[in-house]
């Protein structure tokens, strides 16, 4: 039986990379690996460290790509790939265009699709945008619906998906956990960083761009004058308007360090050194627990509840007073701090690759 696996974005890469290193150990399974390419070096990297080489790149970056570019390059450019390999199913990922897209170009084909981290929802089409939409979207099309979590189960049964193809995984990301985070890590940030409480920041979430990433950053500057011991490392993102509002909003302070994108290994690795990670990416709320590493999620909702359930993650919202707030607390409270870097992962125990390839290897005969 041969699996065509496609993806496009770093997050994508490093989670769908577990799944994919699983599937070629099994002899009963031919492994096709197609990359789109939405994110470029970034994507690049994670393939490096996985060692994972394409059979296909469609290179569908370029310069100002909007999500009219992406859809129609990855439904066009998908289509010759999958009419030349004629695949059994589909493998796609979580929520990005390149998920829509590839699972769309399947239906039209008649191609059945397997959901890799389905069942997320706000149920907000437009938070996050266009996340939401897109795994909605995936969800209608198809045949197998892997779940990270039982409430991911639950909502795809609310939605009258057929019950026989969901299958509760857990999630990759924590797999992957296991081939990147290394005791003996070291780097200069973690040098420069050394005997201060680091916290790790990532944003660039589409909505939070313009006023509410203002907020979050002048909150983040407020907590470095507050706190002596506080130092921030900032991954920035490659997007142009993100880096100008971080450099005026950032500009002279000497213990936040903005810093290129880090690559997998060592974006795990700052993970595992850091104090606590203030975020709006989606991947980071299920890693981090893992680490026990709390998370103040710089969004106004998530679609992962189970984390906020179980004690690992907080929403904060956008305002530079809550973020500023929140993170206070976590700085001065020992015990909120130990309640939260001690509370159990909700999403996996590093073992939902194996049970996706056992699942696919029993049911594809």
């Not at 998908?78 to 390999?85: F, M, R």
């Amino acid at each position: 039986m041969k699996i065509l696996i496609a993806f496009g974005t770093r997050p994508e890469a490093i989670k769908m990379a577990p799944v994919i290193l699983e599937l070629k150990k099994r002899k009963s399974i031919k492994t096709v690996i197609c990359v789109t390419g939405q994110h470029k070096e970034m994507l690049q990297q994670v393939l490096s460290t996985f060692q994972i080489v394409p059979d296909f790149d469609l290179s569908i970056m370029k310069e100002g790509q909007t999500l009219f570019d992406i859809t129609n390059a990855v439904l066009l450019q998908i289509k010759p790939v999958l009419e030349k390999e004629k695949p059994d199913l589909v493998l796609v990922h979580g929520d990005t265009s390149t998920t829509f897209s590839v699972a769309l170009a399947c239906y039209y084909l008649k191609i059945p699709v397997g959901h890799v981290e389905a069942g997320l929802r706000t149920y907000d089409i437009y938070s996050p945008f266009p996340e939401e939409f897109n795994r909605q979207a995936v969800s209608l099309i198809s045949k197998y619906n892997f779940a990270p979590t039982e409430l991911a189960k639950e909502n795809l049964i609310q939605e009258k998906k057929d019950p026989s193809g969901i299958f509760v995984t857990g999630n990759t990301a924590i797999d992957a956990l296991k081939y990147t985070v290394r005791p003996d890590f070291d780097s200069d940030d973690l040098i420069w960083a050394k005997n201060s409480r680091l916290l790790l920041l990532t944003a660039h979430r589409r909505e939070n761009i313009g006023e509410p990433m203002h907020h979050i950053f002048k909150a983040i500057r407020r907590i470095v004058e507050t706190f002596d011991d506080v130092k921030v490392i900032y991954p920035i993102h490659k997007n142009p308007i993100v880096r100008s509002i971080a450099e005026a909003e950032f500009a002279g302070n000497e213990r936040i360090r903005l810093i290129e994108p880090l690559d997998v290994v060592e974006f795990h690795n700052y993970m595992a050194h850091s104090y606590f990670i203030l975020t709006d990416s989606g991947g980071v709320q299920e890693e981090a627990p893992s680490l026990g590493k709390p998370v103040l999620v710089l969004r106004e909702v998530t679609e992962r509840p189970e984390g906020i359930s179980a004690g690992t993650l907080r929403i904060v919202g956008t305002s530079e007073a809550g973020v500023f707030k929140a993170a206070k607390e976590l700085l001065e409270n020992r015990n909120e701090y130990e309640k939260m870097s001690k509370a159990k992962n909700p999403y996996g125990d590093g073992f939902a690759a194996v049970r996706i390839a056992n699942i696919l290897c029993g049911d594809l005969k």
